[in-house]
């Protein structure tokens, strides 16, 4: 406060201070294959999904990266946009210190529904 006194008497410079916003990131620096499993038993048929998927660091400067390399049906087609978004989100809400995570590419490898 005294200095921002100062340069306002001898310069003519009313400046404030604030607190500065430091937007911290997550990223990885190998590259890792996982499996996860959905299982869901409400009285019906229940609901179940299985996924592999491998991430890899991107160095090209980009946030995020979905690549589908599922064929032959392991995945049907209409099922593939909600792996996406459920890999976004979770990279959304960091893994180590719940930071966006950047700099991360989401392979889908496999699965069955």
Known sequence: EHILNKMDRKYGVQAKLV???IPYRETIKGSAETESKYKK????HGQYGHVKIQVD?????SEF???DKIFGG???KQYI???EKGAK??????LIAGYPMIGVQ???LDGSY
């Open 57 to 61: 660091p991107l160095y090209d400067g």
């Open 65 to 67: 990266a979905f690549v």
């Open 89 to 94: 989100e979770t990279l959304d809400k960091g």
């Open 106 to 108: 989401v392979t889908l």
């Open 19 to 21: 607190t500065p916003y």
């Open 74 to 76: 392991a995945v049907p």
């Open 41 to 44: 038993q409400s009285g019906g």
């Open 81 to 83: 946009p909600a792996v």
